[in-house]
């Protein structure tokens, strides 16, 4: 899993081919904290088939904002740089994610 920021998010995931995974997030934002490791069972699990990468809000709000991040925690699945499927907030648990990703591989 790797960590993107506002200077990487263009590279690593809008012009990235196929799937890529990222996990908004915040070091104030407790719940996304708690899911971190599932997510990160999740990249060791669908590795080969998605890439995944995690980005700190706190860090890149304008650019969050700028993917309709609008709260925390969201998990947002990209196809070839566009935006295709996410789960927020209290739906953003362990096994809605693996189905999200299962639905669209």
């Given at each position: ?62 650019l969050a904002i ?40």
């Amino acid at each position: 899993m790797i960590a993107v920021d506002k200077e990487t998010f263009q590279a690593e995931v809008k012009d990235a081919g196929g799937l890529v995974l990222v996990d908004f997030w915040s070091e104030s934002c407790e719940s996304c904290k708690a899911l971190m490791p599932d997510v990160e069972a999740l990249a060791e699990k669908y590795g080969q088939q998605v890439k995944f990468a995690k980005l700190d809000v706190a860090k890149a709000r304008r650019l969050a904002i700028g993917e309709k991040v609008l709260g925390l925690p969201t998990i947002v699945l990209y196809k070839d740089g566009e935006k295709i499927d996410e789960v927020n907030k209290d739906d953003a648990t362990a096994g809605n994610i693996e189905a999200m990703i299962q639905k669209n591989l």
